[in-house]
């Protein structure tokens, strides 16, 4: 029995097989509808989060299974002081397969180590998020055709984002990967991720402080939040906010392939005036996102379809 | 207590000075029965200056938490009067001896599970928190 707790668990082989099953169920939905039958998934929200939540539950739904679970942690016994533990514990005895969404980081580990059915992390603090890479992979697999030789530019709050570290590891065992990083200085990279994954890997990486600049250069743009409480002052804000705001007039420079982006939700980093374009790809990042997250049930469930 | 000669016991041996109270305390020793002396500021051709332990008692030792603390110490398990040295390495995991700081980790609301770190970089001795991967501050 297995769960997924960090992406690194998977092997790249294991990522392929997953994103064949995902490109396989987008072309023949039918074959899976009753893949999952007579099978539950617990969505154990512990804060909330309501698109990923509805993702695992679309997806279990659209396997044939069912779904059952809590929101936020008032409705759980969490509120009464049970331990993650003993909530693995006796969700397992209710459930096939868990999916955990936790403020705390290592909550869904723990669930794990006590869950006698496989656990799902659906995002722990600012920890990992394993399925929302799955997401990403098949969206730059499905855009480009395959994962290797690209430029991805990673922009706006690259420090706190997790989602953008998590990536950033993926794609560290891909070959022919250059990294652009665009942020403020107050927001970038942190340096051991840069050491210990970039260089480690040698992954050929830069560091840029102004999107237009670096655009045309790019075959993926993976946007992300710059949000206002990161900065030291209002004035560094105001300065900084609209060097990271992708807008039509900055795309006419970019790439005519150019694949954008965004784990979501968008404040304004992505004008509305973009979603048009043929290039925005975060809508479909989402729809991508489910059907990875049926790959991954069916696996982790070892159903054979 | 003769520190010159023990027939069962424990010598720690090359602590860098100054460290030899900490080892005192980590491993507990205040806990024993037995007679157990630290000396302070030997001088030592290959450091200069060293502490020693001695402990007059055949004792368990954590290995994996003397090799976290200070790999380069030399334990010496005396049986007979017989000495068996001992190499200590820094160990894969440890358990019980750093606390992770982290506010967000699961470790700082639910306090009965075990602290547990894994070595994350030999060559720069940091240790990540099992759970929450933060790197341990000493």
Same mark, same amino acid.
């Given at each position: 029995m297995r769960s997924l707790i960090d992406i690194q668990e998977l092997s790249v082989r294991e990522i392929d097989e997953l994103m064949d099953c995902a490109d396989d169920i987008i072309e023949?939905?039918?074959?899976?509808?009753?893949?999952?039958? &007579?099978?539950?998934? @617990?969505?154990? $929200?512990?804060?909330?989060?309501?698109?990923?939540?509805?993702?695992?539950?679309? @997806?279990?739904?659209?396997? &044939?299974?069912?779904?059952? &679970? $809590?929101s936020e942690a008032q409705s759980s016994s969490a509120s009464k002081g049970e331990s993650v533990a003993d909530t693995a514990k006796v969700v397992s005895c209710y459930a096939d397969i868990i999916a955990m969404r936790h403020p705390k980081e290592g909550a869904p580990l723990v669930a794990s180590m006590n869950a006698s059915v496989p656990v799902i992390n659906a995002g722990d603090g600012g920890h990992n998020h394993p399925t929302q890479t799955l997401a990403d992979l098949l969206t730059i697999r499905r855009e480009r055709g395959k994962i290797s030789d690209f430029t991805i530019g990673f922009c706006g709050d690259l420090k706190f984002g997790r989602t953008v570290h998590s990536l950033i590891s993926a794609l560290s065992r891909y070959s022919g990967i250059k990294v652009v990083l665009i942020s403020p200085d107050e927001l970038k990279l942190p340096g051991y991720i840069k050491r210990d994954i970039l260089e480690k890997n040698g992954i050929e990486y830069s560091e840029n402080s102004d999107l237009a600049e670096v655009l045309p250069s790019l075959d993926i743009l993976y946007m992300t939040r710059v949000q206002k409480e990161r900065f030291f002052s209002e004035e560094e804000y105001l300065r900084l906010k609209d060097s990271y705001i992708l807008t039509p007039?900055?795309?006419?420079?970019? #790439? #005519?392939?150019?694949?954008?982006?965004?784990?979501?939700?968008r404040v304004n980093?992505? @004008?509305?005036?973009?979603?048009?374009?043929?290039?925005?790809?975060?809508? #479909?990042?989402?729809?991508?996102?489910k059907y990875m997250r049926m790959a991954l049930i069916l696996k982790l469930l070892e159903v054979t379809v | 207590m003769n520190i010159d000669s023990i027939k069962n016991g424990v010598v720690l041996d090359h602590i860098k000075a100054g460290r030899g109270m900490q080892i005192y305390d980590y491993l507990n020793l205040s806990a024993l029965d037995?007679?157990?002396?630290?000396? !302070?500021?030997?001088?030592?051709?290959?450091?200069? !200056?060293?502490d020693i332990i001695k402990i007059d008692a055949d004792i368990d030792i954590n290995f994996d938490t003397l090799g976290y603390i200070d790999p380069d110490i030399t334990v010496n398990l005396i049986r007979d009067s017989k000495v068996e040295k001992i190499r200590l390495a820094l160990p894969e995991e440890i358990r019980g001896i750093l606390q992770c700081k982290n506010p967000r980790c699961i470790t700082s609301t639910e306090q009965e599970l075990p602290q547990i770190f894994k070595l994350a970089d030999k060559e720069r001795r940091i240790y990540r928190c099992l759970y929450c991967e933060s790197a341990a501050k000493e």
């Open positions: 023949k939905p039918q074959k899976y509808a009753d893949a999952c039958r &007579g099978k539950k998934l @617990a969505t154990l $929200f512990f804060e909330p989060s309501t698109r990923t939540r509805l993702s695992f539950e679309a @997806a279990m739904y659209e396997l &044939g299974g069912n779904v059952l &679970g $809590f007039e900055k795309l006419l420079h970019a #790439k #005519k392939d150019l694949a954008v982006l965004h784990p979501l939700p980093e992505i @004008a509305v005036g973009v979603d048009a374009d043929p290039r925005a790809c975060y809508f #479909k990042q989402v729809l991508n996102g | 037995c007679p157990v002396a630290i000396i !302070k500021n030997v001088p030592s051709k290959k450091m200069g !200056k060293k």
